[in-house]
């Protein structure tokens, strides 16, 4: 059998890549450097972007239609490029900072504050120099977490600049904007303010050498994050959902910010938050209150990790309220559920960065 270029490209004219539910000659993927030496065919195949969703299963596919449409013979070597260059790994603004992680929601109310902190902390506990920064301008909730509420903050003089020191608890360097207003009074400001104070808290604080920078973001997608898009090279996101439908549908949003073509930052995985109820008389009892594996489900239909499930306990909301978050109780389950899903975060970070 004699193998020539057009015969591979009618072969990978029949498989659909799903971002643009055409096949890969009509959606232009096809690179023009397919190579052919008897039976060993070596391509490109162009993605949009280095985190595209559907790159594995899109080569496994290429693959399998030539073997089909061809011959089983055929040994077929696929390498992939991309239109849009990755993200700069370094960060000019915090050259100490190794990896920037946004914790994220589509909407409020599923827990991504408790997750944010609780990940903070497990990292701390795994030796990693870790920074908490509360990004919710108009509902900062880091403050009542680590019972650091009514502390003063001070400055250090560095390199000629006064700069904000961030409070330090459980191993955790803290900043929010909850240390700078009174909890009782709502912040009545435009967007431009906010996001002229977040840039305050970042760049106008003495963070130092940092393994991880936790983002706790506000739910949603707003001026806030656009900022911190804009002002910081995120290594990846994590998406924090309950398992009910509603939810789901706002996390898909939350995902689909990110990976803006635009944008370009990687989904780390997902967090199922609240994913049962077990009440502590019946410690072995799972009641799926909100819906059963919901988040499981997007993640596999999205194609990221599922980073961890995490039970609805009474325990967590009164160690929140208490300033005592459950990951320094590691010998509960939901202290080890936590110490998991920071080793997932670790291992993952460690990848993007190659």
Known sequence: ????????????????????????????????????????????????????PFLKSTVKAAKAAI????????????????????????DKLLPGVKHVVAVSSGKGGVGKSTVAANLAIALARLG?????????????????????????????????????????????????IGFFVSPETAVLWRGGMASNALKQLIADADWGELDYFILDTPPGTSDIHLTLLQTLSIAGAVIVSTPQQVALAD??????????????????????????????????NRYYIFGRD???????????????QIPLVQGICESGDAG??????????TGQAFLSLAQAVATLTRKQAK
């Not at 509360?134 to 019972?147: C, E, L, N, Y």
């Open 1 to 52: 059998m004699t193998l020539y270029p057009n015969l591979i490209r009618e072969a990978l004219a029949t498989v659909t890549y799903a971002g643009t539910k055409k096949n890969l000659v009509e959606s232009e993927m096809v690179g023009d450097d397919i190579v052919i030496n008897g039976m060993n065919v070596r391509l490109t195949l162009i993605f949009p972007r280095e985190t595209d």
């Open 67 to 90: 073997h089909y449409y061809i011959s089983n013979d055929v040994d077929v070597t696929i390498e992939t490029e991309f239109r849009s260059k990755p993200r700069p790994k370094a």
């Open 128 to 176: 990693y120099k870790v920074g908490l920064l509360d990004t919710d301008i108009f509902g900062p909730s880091v403050p009542k977490m680590f019972h650091v509420e009514g502390e003063r903050l001070y400055s250090v003089e560095k390199d000629g600049r006064q700069l904000i020191e961030p409070l330090q608890k459980y191993g955790v360097k803290l900043l929010s």
């Open 251 to 284: 996390a898909r949003k939350g995902v689909d910010m990110y990976r803006n073509e635009k944008v370009n930052v990687p989904i780390l995985g997902l967090i199922e938050n609240m994913a049962w109820f077990t009440p502590a008389e019946l410690p072995e």
């Open 294 to 308: 919901g988040v499981k489900q997007l993640a596999e239909e999205l194609q990221v990790p599922l980073l961890a």
């Open 324 to 333: 005592e978050p459950a990951a320094l109780h590691e010998e509960t389950p």
